[in-house]
T-cell receptor, first 112, second 112 residues
Framework: TQLLEQSPQFLSIQEGENLTVYCNSS?????LQWYRQEPGEGPVLLVT?????EVKKLKRLTFQFGDARKDSSLHITAAQPGDTGLYLC????????????FGSGTQLTVLP | DAGVIQSPRHEVTEMGQEVTLRCKPI?????LFWYRQTMMRGLELLIY????????DSGMPEDRFSAKMPNASFSTLKIQPSEPRDSAVYFC??????????FGQGTRLTVV
């Protein structure tokens, strides 16, 4: 069974600071997704990465997929209070029906 | 589209009672997933359906849990009898083919 470990588990920073959170696997990912979950809501997809070494940017968020496809990182530049939430990585398995295996998440709090 | 609709949003019940959670997926989506989220175990897949057929229910905790999808626009997750350890947020999600999974707002279940 694929184990997805996310670090740090909790992160509290001031507005304007930069941060990086990580997602690591015990084996190679098929493809990886990052989600953000706000209180009282379900997770919302941010990005999907498929190719080793791939980098994707979404405004102030930069997602990187490791060359060996066993790890990924999410970097946020100049964090804002609106970035507060639970950031989840998930493996997207290929096959006739898709399913997701989620990591434990990083709870980010950005203080004004 | 209104997105994935779950009901009720909150449920408080006494131990031993039957609980039924409901989900209406996004129209046109052919895969439906039930997840459970707790602080201790994170987001866990319970069961998923493809074209209304249960494909994998290996995540269902025990026989007290059952799920049905009588048609493409409705699914239920039933717990009978409920126990305090079933307290969690239950999410339903739907997707079409290999595209993005959309989550509902969840049902927060408290069993006292």
């Amino acid at each position: 069974t694929q184990l997805l470990e996310q670090s740090p588990q909790f992160l509290s920073i001031q507005e304007g600071e930069n941060l990086t959170v990580y997602c690591n696997s015990s084996s190679v990912f098929s493809s990886l997704q990052w989600y953000r979950q706000e209180p009282g809501e379900g997770p919302v997809l941010l990005v999907t990465v498929v190719t080793g070494g791939e980098v994707k940017k979404l405004k102030r968020l930069t997602f990187q997929f490791g060359d060996a496809r066993k790890d990924s990182s999410l970097h946020i530049t100049a964090a804002q209070p609106g970035d507060t939430g639970l950031y989840l990585c998930a493996e997207l398995k290929s096959g006739s029906a898709r399913q997701l295996t989620f990591g434990s998440g990083t709870q980010l709090t950005v203080l004004p | 589209d209104a997105g994935v609709i779950q009901s009720p949003r909150h449920e408080v019940t006494e131990m031993g009672q039957e609980v039924t959670l409901r989900c209406k997926p996004i129209s046109g989506h052919n895969s439906l997933f039930w997840y459970r989220q707790t602080m201790m175990r994170g987001l866990e897949l319970l069961i998923y359906f493809n074209n209304n057929v249960p494909i994998d229910d290996s995540g269902m905790p025990e026989d007290r849990f059952s799920a049905k999808m009588p048609n493409a626009s409705f699914s239920t997750l039933k717990i009978q009898p409920s126990e305090p350890r079933d307290s969690a947020v239950y999410f339903c999600a739907s997707s079409f083919a290999d595209t993005e999974a959309f989550f509902g707002q969840g049902t927060r279940l408290t069993v006292v």
